[in-house]
């Protein structure tokens, strides 16, 4: 069984919005490929909508999980790929919605939040990838 303990308060370091600074996980790991805002059929979702293409992108992380046969709790670390970085709290306000009612009181999953020029299609606006410690 895995076991995430998460760092949230370190002397020193001024506290994460949203985001633990580090996880410590013990068990197996999964790495979560890059999750855009793609349908079922392959079709965006959400064109010029940050906060659509954020809720598809993290529903299909979410499946992923599920089918791995871990939830939002297992999640050690996400990393997203924004090509709009100043759009940060439209990304933490669903963000927010989605998992925080999974995590109950534990602080959210390590971190890191990369603005890039440009997605492998430039209709996308958001990539989510995970790192999962298996239950």
């Not at 760092?7 to 994460?16: E, F, N, S, W, Y």
């Not at 949203?18 to 999964?30: D, P």
């Amino acid at each position: 069984m895995s076991v995430l303990d998460r760092l949230t308060d370190v002397p020193g370091v001024a506290p994460g919005p949203g985001y633990s600074h580090a996880v410590v996980t013990t068990g197996r790991l999964a790495f979560v490929s890059g999750q855009v805002s793609k349908d079922e059929h392959g079709e965006l979702v959400g064109p010029g909508d940050l906060a659509a293409q954020t809720e598809r992108s993290l529903l299909n992380l979410h499946a992923v999980l599920r089918e791995l046969g871990a939830d939002w709790p297992d999640v050690a670390r996400f990393t997203w790929y924004v090509t709009d970085a100043s759009q940060v709290q439209v990304i933490r306000d669903v963000r927010d919605r989605l998992i925080r009612p999974a995590l109950g009181d534990r602080p959210n999953p390590a971190s890191s939040l990369v603005q890039v020029a440009a997605l492998f299609d430039p209709a996308f606006l958001i990539e989510v990838e995970a790192v999962v410690a298996l239950p």
